[in-house]
């Protein structure tokens, strides 16, 4: 007889964006001639860059010939698409990588669930809170998060609040963690870090010879200067961070599935015994093991981002949703309302208005305003109270909600 993992059984029943759009499902079956706005799961709406779409239509013809023909690729991407992200990512900002320091996947969210398999399972962790709940869930599949408690906290995870009241800056442990998630731009509350905040960090885990996960996947909606593009800004940082990125906000690849992980040589974990090994050689053993490769296709379609017609159209695309952010902000603060998010980040977190929970907010804009949102206490115990919605919409979508809330409200 198999036995199950039962680490997946502690698990609530589905993933948080099915739950909802189980619940979206629900109201359109008994409402079926309501138009619903969709500003829930942070899906981009805005098509590919026209230079990605050559690239890859270009890609397609030469796996059409034997002379162009690309069978499996390098697991941990092609030179070129590598080449191309240090040059513009990373050595842009003065930030020295080398190639094989660089893991081309199929996104963040693949990333930053499978890492936590290089270390083991009773590694202590520490989260933001609200967080993406691809941090916790992967860790409790592992056995490594423990045990849901009432308070809808796991046993083993250390809690970072982030709320209005500490200004969402979450403050540093007074006690050591072995793996820290931090994630900024923030999922899901759109805040950020400035460099010295994220300092502290890095000193931190500096001083605990602590891990840090990185999650810079929206980097690119960066406005305001003294907000770091990538943890390496910051001193020290490549002996004890590794960063995820994601072509999926930055260029539209949701659906076409693209991004990478920097592993920093320097950056080791130790056995029992006290001997340090590095993260890279691990990381990738784990992905020619497990992972083929993202597709050529795909990878000429991000390679064409880094172009100078690629770097205009993305450019237009992250603008088309930042003014959609700010109207949701003004609209949203009109109606008496409290914002946060939506400066640095295409998300906009806002306080359910007379301390209703956040599902009771949820159900309400889905009823009473056919708005689809995500409840904050779904990331987290600390997002009790609060709802996220996103600026990926299309704009008149974005412009219809705010009136509709405005009447509702
Ligand atoms: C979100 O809505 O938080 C994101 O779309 C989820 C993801 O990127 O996987």
Redesign the pocket.
Known sequence: MALVNEHFLKLPGSYL?SDIAQKVKAFQVTHPNKRLIRL????VTQPLPAASIEAMHKAVDELSKAETFHGYGPEQGYDFLIEAIIKHDYAARGITLSPSEVFVSD???SDTGNIGEILRHDNSIGVTDPV???YVDSNVMCGRSGDLQADGKWSNVTYLPCTAENNFIPAIPDKRIDILYLCYPN??TGTTLTKSELKKWVDYALANDTIIFFDA?YEAYIREDDVPHSIYEIKGAKRCAIEFR?F??TAGF?GVRCGYTVVPKEVTAATLTGERVPLNKLWNRRQCTKFNGTSYITQRGAEAIYTPEGQAQVKATIDYYMENARIMREGLTESGLKVYGGVNAP?IWLKTPDNLSSWKFFDQLLYEANIVS?PGVGFGPSGEGYL?L?AFGKREDCIEAMKRIRAWL
């Open positions: 964006f829930g799961i942070g899906d996104g963040a969210k993406y709940p691809v999922n899901p996947a994601s999926s906000k949701t998300y995500t996220r996103t």
